[in-house]
Structure formats: structure tokens, C-alpha cells
């Protein structure tokens, strides 16, 4: 406990960083896999590019990607940039995946049912596909979470300030405390996380609590198998 | 784009492919490193989490355990977790061994969710219609789990070893970073000396690799799939979820894409 009361503010700032870098790809991912993973259920051709293409990304190991994409974005290698946009790309790679299952999930007759009362296909998407898609869109969710937040800590290697920061200083200095101490925030962040993400669910979908448990579940774990790959 | 072509020129250059340079070179010493690093880990995560994922999707117990136990796998941090193996055992070892010992562990650990995760899944996605009569014909249980279960799941579990292998070639490139051999040292070097073709080009050939490797098992998972499953096994899972037949996917499946 030593080391961690006397350097428990440089914890509290590395923690804050990470949250940070976390958080920006975490929405990213959201906000553009949501869309792709809709399109990727329009037909098989869309599928199979959309979901080919995001694995194909996702199959490239996380210090080589941090490494090549100043290349491609003209970015300093040094720069927070290229952590954002390599970890946003895995976001999306796994993000896609659930949302175009989620899409697919929500019965055909109910979508039909909705076009027959009169709603326009923009209500349609809003107000009965979304919300339906909503259990499987979180459990995926959870997934880009824990391991976006778990990669962060490699960007320490290119120069970025987070947790990872005290795996580096402490295996160099000889801290076993130190490392400890990083590993665990890292977690605490993880965990913190997935219960917002999980209170989020249960409010916006009050629905969803008993029947789809089960579902999100092995649907998370079949994200997981495929989210093992980043590292 | 002129960065990428004098990094592909820096791999090409017959200079770094000269035997018996200076570490982090020559390539080729490299690239052996990582694959068997790779290989071996793999090997040992598989000799431990296939009987168990077996026997946790034959009998059904502890699916809660898989679940809760490969999420909070995905939580940990592997740069920590491999200084902190390797610190831990370098209070009883000499330090280039516990590295090795240390990253050895770490790596197996982390491979360990994926294909546990694969023969699980795998398992669980097998008709059970097609287990009763199997029983009912008079097959005892290991020859359900080895005659019908496990050739009906043979593409899940490959993709829980592919899943587990990828993972690893990644957390070995982290690795050689920190001290072990393998291609990350290429990057780290690079690092090192402020040379973004040997950074690049160190960047390209991990992801060459990755890519070659993450294809050769989409391959063997294609061969490996009995005819005629995906589609009956989709119609059972979707009726037991008394969910309406929806179009071509459904949640539960797809643990690898069928159109990659």
C-alpha cells in the first residue's frame, strides 16, 4: 500500500487519461457501427463486405496498427490520435458484428406489422428496430468496453499517458506494487463501465431484464471469442 | 504512400535477411521466434481448455462460469499482466528466464478464454435431437461427445483456436518488446533508433502474418464443416428461443462469419 498512498494522485491522473482514451472510441465505435451493422442486413453482398472488411481490421495486432496509422493519417507517431483511431477501429469491428445480429434478430413480422400501420421507414428504424435491437446492441456494448479499455494500457508503448504507464515505470523501476496497482484501476475501470453500461440497459430497455438475459449472454460470449483476437 | 513503399523496401532489402546479424535482425530468426512462441503456447492453452470446454458443453454445467470467466479474461490489461508474471517470477529466477517463463504463462493464459469459449459454444450449438438419438441408438457418452458432438462442432472449436491463436501473435509482439525475441523487436528497435522503415516495415510483416495465419483457419474451418448443419442447427436454435424464423442470422451462431 506504500507506493500507492504516496503516488495515489499520479494513479488518480493516469486513470482519468485512460477513462478518457477510453471513453472516445468507445461512443465512436457506437455511433458508427450501429448504422453499418443495420446496412450489413440489407442483403448478403452488403454482409459479406461490411463484416469481412471490419475482421479483416480487427485481425491486425494493436502495436502494429498504433504504428502504421501515422503513415496513413499523417498523424506524429507519438501522437493520442492514433490510439483514438486504432482503438475506435476495433470498437467498430466488434461493434458491427452485434449490431448487424442485433438487426437480424428483431422478427420480420413485427418490422412488417409496423410498415402496415402506417410507419415510414425512418420510424420504423427508430421506433421498433432499435429499441428491439437494444439487448443485443448492449451486450455487445459491454464487450467493446472491457476490451477497449483492456488495450489502452498497450498505448503506453507509443508514447500515449494512461494506466499502462505504471507497467512500464514499475517494470523498470521494480515496483511489483506498482504494476499491481495498474492492473487493478484498469479492472475498477472495466467493472465501473460495464454497470453504467448495464444501469443504461436497464432503464432504456425496462423490457428486455428477464427474457433476453440468456440471449445477451451467449451473444456476449460469442463476441468474446471473436473480440479475443486484438490484444 | 512513400512511406509505405521504403518500408516494404526495408523488408525487402536482402541486407535484413542476412544470417547471424545483429539482433533485430536478420527477419527470418524473428519470424521463427514468433511462430513458435505462438505455437507452443497454443498448444499448451489447448491441452487445457479443450477437455474442459468439452466437458462443460457435454454435461451443461458451469456454462455461467465460461461466460463470467472469459468476460473478465477480456478485462485484463496484457502489457500488466506480462510485467507482472515476469516480475513475480524473477524473485526466484535469472532474469532472461523468468522473461521467457514469465511471457510463456501470460500467453497461455490469455489463449485460454478463446478455445474454451470455441469448444463450449461449439458443443452447446449441436442439435440436441441429434445427441438423444445418438443416445438412443446406444452410444455411450464419450463416443457421443467424439463421434457427434465434437466433428458437428469442429468450425466453433476452430474458431476459438483461431481467436486464441491471433490473440496470441499480437501479445507476442507486446512481448518481444519488453525483452523476448519474436517481430515485435523489429518495432521496438525502430523505436529505439527513430527508424520509421524498420518501424513500418516491422508493422507491415506482423500484420502479414496475422492476416496469412487468420486465413489459413478460415480455411481449415471451411473444410472442416459437416454439410448441411449451419441450417438445421439454426432452425432448432431459433425455435427454442421461440423467436419467428428471421432472415439469414440469428444471435446465437455466428461465431465466425460463414461469407468471410
Known amino acids: 500500500m506504500n507506493w500507492f498512498l504516496s503516488n495515489w494522485e499520479l494513479v488518480l491522473e493516469l486513470t482519468l487519461n485512460h477513462i478518457r482514451l477510453s471513453i472516445i472510441p468507445i461512443i465512436i465505435g457506437f455511433v458508427i457501427a450501429v448504422p453499418l451493422g443495420r446496412l450489413a442486413i440489407t442483403g448478403r453482398t452488403a454482409r459479406g463486405i461490411i463484416i469481412t472488411s471490419t475482421s479483416l481490421l480487427y485481425t491486425i495486432p494493436s502495436l502494429p496498427l498504433f504504428v502504421i496509422l501515422p503513415a496513413i493519417l499523417g498523424t506524429k507517431v507519438l501522437s493520442d490520435i492514433n490510439l483514438i483511431v486504432a482503438l475506435s477501429i476495433y470498437a467498430v469491428a466488434i461493434m458491427v458484428r452485434a449490431a448487424s445480429d442485433s438487426f437480424a434478430s428483431v422478427s420480420p413480422d413485427v418490422k412488417q406489422a409496423s410498415l402496415a400501420m402506417g410507419y415510414s421507414r425512418w420510424q420504423q428504424f427508430w421506433k421498433v428496430e432499435f429499441p428491439l435491437a437494444g439487448p443485443v446492441l448492449l451486450a455487445g456494448m459491454r464487450v467493446v468496453s472491457v476490451s477497449t479499455i483492456a488495450l489502452v494500457s498497450v498505448g503506453v508503448l507509443i508514447g500515449s499517458e494512461n494506466l499502462g504507464y505504471l507497467f512500464t515505470n514499475g517494470k523498470q523501476r521494480g515496483i511489483l506494487e506498482e504494476v499491481g496497482t495498474g492492473i487493478i484501476a484498469s479492472l475498477l475501470i472495466a467493472l465501473v463501465f460495464d454497470l453504467i453500461l448495464v444501469l443504461l440497459g436497464r432503464i432504456l430497455l425496462p423490457w428486455s431484464r428477464s427474457d433476453k438475459k440468456s440471449q445477451s449472454a451467449s451473444a456476449a460470449l460469442q463476441l468474446q471469442i471473436k473480440a479475443a483476437d486484438a490484444a | ?260
Request: glycine share 10%; no cysteine.
Open chain 2, 1 to 260: 504512400m512513400n512511406l509505405f513503399v521504403s518500408a516494404i523496401q526495408w523488408i525487402l532489402d536482402p541486407a535484413n535477411w542476412v544470417p547471424g546479424s545483429q539482433s533485430p535482425l536478420p527477419i527470418q530468426d524473428r519470424l521463427a521466434e514468433h511462430l513458435l512462441y505462438t505455437f507452443v503456447s497454443v498448444l499448451i492453452a489447448a491441452v487445457i481448455a479443450l477437455p474442459l470446454g468439452f466437458y462443460i458443453g457435454h454435461t451443461g454445467k458451469g456454462r455461467q462460469f465460461v461466460i463470467s470467466f472469459t468476460g473478465a479474461m477480456r478485462a485484463l490489461p496484457t502489457l500488466g499482466v506480462l510485467f507482472f508474471l515476469t516480475m513475480v517470477l524473477g524473485y526466484s529466477m535469472v532474469s532472461t528466464t523468468a522473461n521467457f517463463v514469465g511471457t510463456m504463462i501470460a500467453l497461455v493464459l490469455l489463449a485460454i478464454p478463446s478455445i474454451l469459449a470455441g469448444a463450449y459454444a461449439g458443443l452447446e450449438s449441436v442439435d440436441r435431437q441429434t445427441i438423444d438419438s445418438a443416445r438412443a441408438s446406444g452410444m455411450t457418452e464419450m463416443q457421443i461427445l467424439t463421434k457427434v458432438e465434437i466433428p458437428l462442432s469442429l468450425p466453433l472449436i476452430i474458431g476459438g483456436l483461431r481467436a486464441g491463436v491471433l490473440q496470441v501473435i499480437a501479445t507476442v509482439v507486446i512481448a518481444s518488446y519488453v525483452g523476448l525475441g519474436g517481430l515485435g523487436r523489429i518495432i521496438a528497435s525502430g523505436i529505439g533508433l527513430n527508424d520509421y522503415d524498420r518501424i513500418l516495415g516491422g508493422a507491415i510483416l506482423i500484420t502479414a502474418l496475422a492476416l496469412l495465419i487468420d486465413g489459413v483457419f478460415a480455411v481449415i474451418q471451411r473444410l472442416t464443416a459437416t454439410p448441411g448443419v449451419g441450417s438445421t442447427r439454426q432452425t432448432e436454435k431459433q425455435s427454442l428461443r421461440r423467436r419467428a424464423p428471421g432472415p439469414s442470422t440469428t444471435v446465437g451462431t455466428p461465431l465466425q462469419e460463414r461469407e468471410s
